[in-house]
């Protein structure tokens, strides 16, 4: 019964019409799973936008302070524990000025 003795090559063959069916019904379980989630503003997210909208901000200087309080960080050096230290030359204005834009967003 188990004796294989035959030298015959075993094939399997995949019914492509089946797995691609089969596909398409988990990738529209997966989307029905993710709307559950998140609701179904999934795909009108302005998330893209806002990326545009902040890299105006990005100059070399900020680009300077990221990266040497990232070094900092790394570090860990003592001085991320003092309350007195600056890491971010940002003048008021335009701190004053980011804030008000994030609250209009948000509303």
């Not at 790394?74 to 001085?79: A, I, L, N, T």
């Not at 600056?86 to 008000?100: V, Y």
Request: contains cysteine; negative net charge.
């Amino acid at each position: 019964m188990f004796d294989d003795n035959d030298d015959d090559p075993v094939t399997l063959t995949v019914n492509k019409s089946y797995a691609n069916k089969y596909q398409n019904w988990r990738e529209k379980e997966e989307k029905q799973k993710l709307i559950a989630r998140y609701g179904s503003d999934i795909e009108d997210s302005s998330d893209d936008e806002s990326e545009d909208d902040n890299a105006e901000d990005w100059t070399d200087d900020v680009e300077k302070e990221f990266l040497r309080c990232y070094s900092i960080l790394k570090k860990r050096d003592p001085k991320i524990y003092d309350s007195n230290t600056q890491f971010f030359n940002t003048p008021e204005s335009s701190s004053a000025n980011d804030s008000h834009e994030t609250n209009k967003r948000k509303k």
